[in-house]
Every structure is written in structure tokens, then in C-alpha cells.
């Protein structure tokens, strides 16, 4: 990837109307009462209305047909009701951070991004431009859509969820802010999305987890551990709803690599890891990650394993 931290390699019955209605003073009440009892039998419903005052200052009766049965077609259409799913168990309460790399503005904001922040360790550039496909697609754009599927997957789960940015901005934001953000929502986890830019023949995907840092504002010491587990079930459920295989050109296979120069991880302090979903650069990688389909199934398998890691 090519991006801020780029790598070193590779109805109710009240409501109807009545159809007639019978009017009766109190005082011959009893006999309007006998009169309708055969209708009451009916079905009829009496009403006595009164007001706030007393008894003598009661209102004549009503009749008020009920309400009718509904038709078959009126019975089979339900109420909709848009209401967020009740979140019970091991996820409830919990946030998700979801960042996506870069921001397609950076390529007219290079001052900008170039400056250097502090990761703790080193001072880095802000950002980077991020890679694109031969053919022009950008990881800006690829990263965003993936974090708004992911979010639509996450919140079905009843889960909390914010994005860093949503191309909202012009360029960033920095990866030292980026960091924050997951900080000050007290993530319980936070995925950064990216794709990978390197030469053609290097393919599949690969998790980026923290190296144990602590050097200035970073220190990593308590979250190595939770990315860790964050990190490998990610991998495992990307990987079988995506079909894709571990990367083959760095990770040993495991589709698993420990970084320390990475602001976005150092800076952390909630469990985090980076996922690069495939390589632009390759034209069989590519065809996946500009495919819609393969973009919800990697959002489905990255969401899949943040549930597992939340204990869902």
C-alpha cells in the first residue's frame, strides 16, 4: 500500500364512525336501554359519556359500531417500523472505529500531507496519496466504500460505528488524527482499510498489527496482545468469505505482519490492526477489488470478525 504509513517492501375501534346514533335524555334511559338490548346483542356497544361534573350533568349515550374486521389484503400488509436492532449479549455498548486509508483529495493537497507529524518513535508524513489500479481506480476510493459497507454490516449488529472521514474534507485527515479519533471514542476495536500498490505477482491480503512501541506519545504495551486476536480473526474470516489467500510475498503465509513504524498503530491505545485487502497493482487482485460484489464480501468478512473479537 501506498498510503499514510506505507510499507518498507512489498386502526382502533374508538376511531371508527357509527352508522346511526340514538339519542336519550338520563331520565328515560332505562327504557332506551331496552330498547336497543337486542341490538346490543348484536353487537351494539352503549356508551355513557359524562362530563367533569357530576352525575346529574351527564351526557346522553352513544351508539358506537366496532370496528370491523380488517380484509385478508389489510391483515397480510404489516406496519413498517424503522427501529435499530436491539443489541443484547457481549455487544452491547460497544463502539467500532473504521478508518479509511487516505482520502481521494490527497493527490491536490501534497503540501499538505507532506508535512511531518509525530508517531512517537519518528516524525512521518502526514499522509500519502494512496495507490491506485492500473487503470486508474484509486485505494481512496476502494478503502471508503468498503468502510461504509463495512459500517451498514456493523450497525445491523446493533454495534456503534464511526469512520475517521468520509471524503468530507479536502485531504487527512494525518495519521497522528486518525489515531485519536479511535482513542477518544473508546474504540473497542478500530480497523484501519486499505490495499496494498506493490509489483504485479505479489497478491492476496495481509494484516498489519502493532509491534510493541513506547517512544514518546506511543506505547503499545497494552494492545499488542487484544490486536493480535482482533487481527487473526479478521484474517480467518476474510479470507473464507472472500476466497482470497494470505499474501505470498510477505508474512510467511500467515497473512499476518508486525510493524512498529506505523502512526496509525503506534499511536493507539485501543486494539487496532490494518488490513490490506489485496494489491492494486496485480490485474487478478485488481479484478476483485474493483468488483461491488467482492467489495461487500470483503466488508462481510472484516465485520465478521470484529463480532467474533467483540465475543458476538
Known amino acids: 500500500m501506498r498510503y499514510d504509513d506505507s510499507p518498507p517492501s512489498p386502526e382502533s375501534a374508538s376511531s371508527v364512525s357509527p352508522d346511526r346514533r340514538w339519542f336519550t335524555r338520563r331520565s328515560g334511559l332505562a327504557v332506551g336501554a331496552a330498547v336497543l338490548a337486542p341490538t346490543l346483542l348484536a353487537g351494539w356497544v352503549l356508551v355513557q359519556v359524562t362530563t367533569g361534573a357530576g352525575a346529574d350533568d351527564a351526557r346522553p349515550p352513544r351508539i358506537v359500531m366496532p370496528a370491523a374486521a380488517p380484509s385478508p389484503t389489510q391483515a397480510s400488509t404489516p406496519t413498517s417500523t424503522a427501529t435499530a436492532p436491539e443489541t443484547k449479549g457481549p455487544l452491547a455498548g460497544k463502539t467500532v472505529v473504521i478508518d479509511p486509508g487516505h482520502n481521494t483529495g490527497n493527490f491536490q493537497h501534497t503540501s499538505e500531507i507532506d508535512q511531518k507529524v509525530d508517531i512517537g518513535t519518528i516524525r512521518k508524513e502526514c499522509d500519502t496519496t494512496g495507490t491506485t489500479t492500473n487503470a486508474g481506480y484509486k485505494e481512496a476510493e476502494f478503502t471508503l466504500d468498503v468502510s461504509r459497507r463495512l459500517r451498514t454490516v456493523l450497525e445491523a449488529k446493533g454495534l456503534k460505528v464511526a469512520l475517521t472521514h468520509e471524503a468530507d474534507r479536502a485531504w487527512g485527515p494525518c495519521i497522528n488524527e486518525r489515531a485519536r479519533i479511535g482513542n477518544e471514542?473508546?474504540?473497542?476495536?478500530?480497523?484501519?482499510?486499505?490495499?496494498?500498490?506493490?509489483?504485479?505477482?505479489?497478491?492476496?491480503?495481509?494484516?498489519?498489527?502493532?509491534?510493541?512501541?513506547?517512544?514518546?506519545?506511543?506505547?503499545?504495551?497494552?494492545?499488542?496482545?487484544?490486536?493480535?486476536?482482533?487481527?487473526?480473526?479478521?484474517?480467518?474470516?476474510?479470507?473464507?468469505?472472500?476466497?482470497?489467500?494470505?499474501?505470498?510475498?510477505?508474512?510467511?503465509?500467515t497473512g499476518l505482519v508486525v510493524r512498529d513504524d506505523l502512526g496509525g498503530l503506534n499511536l493507539s491505545t485501543r486494539p487496532k490492526v490494518f488490513i490490506e485487502c489485496g494489491n492494486m497493482r496485480d490485474a487478478k487482485d485488481a479484478a476483485l477489488l474493483t468488483s461491488p460484489e467482492w467489495r461487500q464480501k470483503a466488508a462481510q468478512g472484516i465485520a465478521d470478525g470484529i463480532v467474533g473479537f467483540l465475543g458476538g
Do not use: M, Q
Not at 482499510?193 to 514518546?216: C, E, F, M, Q, T
Not at 503499545?220 to 484474517?235: H, N
Open 185 to 253: 471514542a473508546a474504540a473497542d476495536a478500530v480497523v484501519s482499510v486499505h490495499a496494498d500498490g506493490v509489483s504485479s505477482g505479489n497478491r492476496g491480503y495481509h494484516i498489519i498489527l502493532p509491534a510493541k512501541v513506547k517512544g514518546g506519545a506511543a506505547d503499545t504495551a497494552k494492545i499488542v496482545g487484544p490486536s493480535r486476536d482482533l487481527g487473526e480473526k479478521i484474517g480467518s474470516n476474510f479470507a473464507r468469505t472472500t476466497g482470497s489467500a494470505p499474501a505470498n510475498y510477505l508474512g510467511s503465509g
